[in-house]
């Protein structure tokens, strides 16, 4: 094996081989391109997921008070209690020993720094059916401050959650060439521009992802249309 294969591992490196008909070179060229693409990503999404943060809080604010991930009955998810704490917990960690006996916690506690520190995870379990007759119907449904038509919340849901899933592939340096990449960064843009249509503009002048996949689109569809034919022949033989 060469360095690279080494530190990256053929493991991670077997879906590229298997596109690049176990070409080494070009294998490589597939993950390089992989991980443009993935860089390309970060600033929609980075801006997708503040302006879903900051409109949560907001409208939960609004609704029950700036701390009200700690009132009874707010959260019903356990997982999600379970983050504040730990939210609060790793802030406190942060702080000197000497402070946290002290009335400095309460100043490193603020609703502003929880809220930035709780995960994506967290806000996109809002829009899950367990909210639905709770906190959508009560005040949520006013998170999007430029919504199509008869927004529904499982419309959302589903919008978000394949954004968070695209996240997490890349946050963990999965191959995401297979994916509509294309078709991905638009979603992006339209429940950015759902949220706060002002975010949406923003993200299309600084995206780098249309030039980006402009550079490699040949590669990125021919990539596609294996990984298609791939499926299908491995569907025929299972």
């Not at 391109?33 to 997921?49: G, K």
């Not at 996109?124 to 005040?139: I, P, S, V």
Request: charged share 25%; with cysteine; net charge positive.
């Amino acid at each position: 094996m060469s360095g690279l294969e080494n530190a990256v591992s053929l493991e991670r490196l077997s879906r590229y081989f298997a596109w690049a008909g176990n070409d080494h070179s070009r294998a490589l060229e597939l993950y390089a391109i992989n991980t443009a693409v993935s860089e390309a990503f970060y600033t929609p999404v980075q801006m997708m997921e503040v302006a879903l943060r900051n409109r949560c809080h907001a409208v939960l604010s609004e609704q029950f008070g700036p701390y009200w991930f700690d009132l009874p009955g707010i959260l019903t998810s356990e997982q999600q209690i379970r983050s504040v704490l730990e939210t609060k917990v790793d802030l406190v960690k942060g702080m000197a020993k000497k402070e946290r006996a002290t009335t400095a916690v309460l100043d490193r506690l603020t609703p502003g720094r929880i809220v930035a520190s709780l995960t994506f995870g967290f806000w996109t379990a809002f829009f899950g059916t367990n909210y639905e007759n709770t906190l959508w119907r009560q005040c949520l449904y006013k998170v999007t401050t430029n919504p199509p038509p008869k927004m529904k919340r499982g419309k959302l849901s589903v919008e978000l959650t394949a954004i968070r899933l695209l996240r997490n592939r890349i946050a963990h340096h999965e191959p995401i060439l297979y994916y509509d990449l294309a078709g991905r960064h638009e979603r992006i843009l339209e429940v950015t521009n759902w949220l706060i249509p002002v975010a949406a503009r923003w993200t299309e002048r600084h995206s780098r992802l249309p030039e980006i996949y402009a550079q490699h689109e040949s590669c990125i569809c021919g990539v596609r249309r294996i990984h298609d034919d791939q499926k299908k022949e491995k569907g025929r033989s299972d």
